[in-house]
Every structure is written in C-alpha cells, then in structure tokens.
C-alpha cells in the first residue's frame, strides 16, 4: 500500500487566500532560506566517494551543498505546509488564537489539527497534531511545534515571512500513526532573519534520527550564518560509526567559509571511536576557487594525497566547527 505522508495530507486544506495575523506570524521558507553558492556539483557519498584532485571540483564544497540542500528541503516542505494549511480560514478564531481542522483526508486514516495561539505582541506559538481518526480526541500526538516572534516594519504592521523563532518535528510522535514516512527522532530548528537584508542564522538539532542507510540512531548538529551580499559560514557535526571498529561512533565536524563570489574553504576533523592513536584524530583542509575548483589540499592521514599551497586559500588559518 502507498504510504501517504502525515504532513502531506495537509495540503488539501490548501484554499483561496488567506491573510491575518496567526496566518503571517508563521515562518516561511523566505524565513531560513540557507543560500550556498551552487554549481552542478553531484552529492558527496563519505563512505564510498574518492577525494576529488586538484582542478577538480572540491569533494567538500560538494558536501557542504549537499548537506545545506538537505536541511533546505526539509525546512522548506515544513514551512510550505504551514502555509497552505492557513490558505483557507479557520476552522474556529478568537482574538488570541486560530485552530484549523480537524481534518481527514478520505484516502488516510489519520486525522490532523493546526493550532495557532497569540501569546503577546507579535509573538506566537503553533502546534501540528495527529491522531488515527478512529481514536478519540485524546489519541493526539504532537508532530510539529514552534514559537514565532513575526517582524514588523517601521509602522507597526507585520512583515509576511520574517522574524525569528524555533520549531520542533518530532518523527518518533508521528511513526505511531498509521501512515508514516519511517524517519525517527526529533529535529530542532533555530531561525533568525527579520528583514530581506538582515543576517541570517538557522540551526538545526537533530537527535537519535534514523539514518536509514544503517539503520541505526544518531545524533547530528547544523549551523549556517550568512550576511547578504558578503558570503557565509556553514558548520555541521555528525556522530556515526564510520570507521569500523570496536570502538562505537567516530565524531564529524566540518565548517564551510565561504566568499560572495563562491570562493572558499572547508575544515573538517574526525576523532574518537576508531581513529587510530596517537593523534587520535583525523583532519581535512581544502580550499577552492570560485569555480568551486579544488586549488589545496592537506590531508593529516596522507601526505601523499595533499596538493597545494594554503597561500591561495580565501581564508586562514584553519578554523574547525565547534559543534
């Protein structure tokens, strides 16, 4: 049987235009777009994927847009359905708050319900919930919730798709409905971006997450901050077995630095679990050019393999993720 994801149901609530308050205080995609310089450059693989040469695109620029597309797609298919949700008015509104639904798509066998409260000026907090629709009210589970704070421009009135705020998904609440998409673990998002010229910072937090190659749970963490107009700094850890080993999970970290015209740098360090000791730790540098071309290379655990001069790189010293 086709499986139809919780959230997807949502859509159908999808409906001519809507504007008001509880409906602008939602993030939208605009909120967290996570914008990495872009080339055509194919998903990078860790386990299986060869170190790019020089002159060649750079193996983790690749990764570094990979992963911000990764974490792109999931906020913005959240965000997106928030949005068409409060296309159509609300099921029942107060002065403090709005709720849409319940709602039971006829081809799925949960019912699902959207939450919107006023909690002060222009902030306000939402909730997504979902239940089997033969269960009793009592049967709901929260799969999406988050706090907004809606920016407001120079009169007053608020601007659609900006502010700041935090929302949760929690995919172990929504794997105990019917119809699920399998992923497990909760994600944790932070976004700020109060205008179209503001910084922008967006975390994510995700923990014991299926990772769905493997099967097993894991932990991982991400940060982007970014000024428009003068580049951005991409930072993302990863706790997982990727050396085998008796030794449990190795800890992943990679920052991204990057220019406006695409030039930048990566530095990425492995340690624990099975690295071998001493040092006990493994370490990446690469540097590329604004074709996203590898231009240095200094790998800690192969001399060999290494190219170039960090002279040409667009920023030094190394500077390692702190996550």
């Not at 809606?150 to 949760?168: L, M, R, V």
């Not at 922008?200 to 099967?215: A, G």
């Amino acid at each position: 049987m086709k499986k139809i994801s919780l959230l997807t149901a949502l859509f159908f609530l999808a409906g001519c235009g809507v504007n008001s308050e509880f409906k602008n205080a939602l993030p939208t995609k605009d909120s967290t777009k996570i914008s990495v310089p872009a080339s055509s450059a194919q998903a990078l693989n860790l386990t299986t994927q060869k170190q790019g040469l020089q002159g060649q695109t750079a193996t983790f620029y690749t990764f570094t847009v990979d992963i911000s597309g990764m974490i792109n797609g999931a906020t913005v298919f959240v965000l997106d359905l928030l949005q068409n949700v409060t296309a159509n008015p609300p099921t029942s509104e107060t002065a403090n708050g709005a709720v849409w639904g319940p709602y039971t798509d006829p081809l799925s066998p949960n019912t699902m319900k959207l939450t919107v409260t006023k909690t002060g000026d222009n902030t306000y907090t939402y909730e997504l919930d979902g239940k089997p629709k033969t269960q009793p009210d009592s049967s709901y589970v929260a799969i999406l919730t988050g706090s907004s704070t809606a920016a407001t421009d120079s009169s007053g009135k608020q601007i659609q798709g900006y502010g700041s705020g935090s929302f949760t998904i929690n995919w172990d609440n929504a794997s105990s409905l019917p119809q699920n998409d399998g992923n497990l673990g909760t994600a944790a998002f932070q976004y700020s971006r109060v205008s179209p010229t503001a910084d922008v910072s967006v975390s994510v937090v995700f923990t014991n997450v299926l990772d769905k190659p493997t099967t097993n749970r894991i932990n991982a963490k991400y940060q982007y901050d970014a000024t428009p107009g003068s580049g951005g700094t991409f930072q993302f850890s990863e706790d997982k077995d990727f050396i085998t080993g008796p030794n449990g999970n190795e800890h992943m970290s990679v920052e991204s630095r990057w220019q406006e015209s695409g030039t930048g740098r990566s530095d990425v360090k492995l340690s624990g679990g099975d690295v071998p000791n001493p040092p006990g730790q493994a370490t990446a540098n690469e540097c590329w050019d604004s074709n996203f071309l590898s231009q240095f290379l200094l790998l800690s655990y192969d001399a060999a393999d290494s190219y170039g001069q960090e002279s040409v790189c667009a920023f030094t010293p190394a500077q390692y993720s702190t996550l």
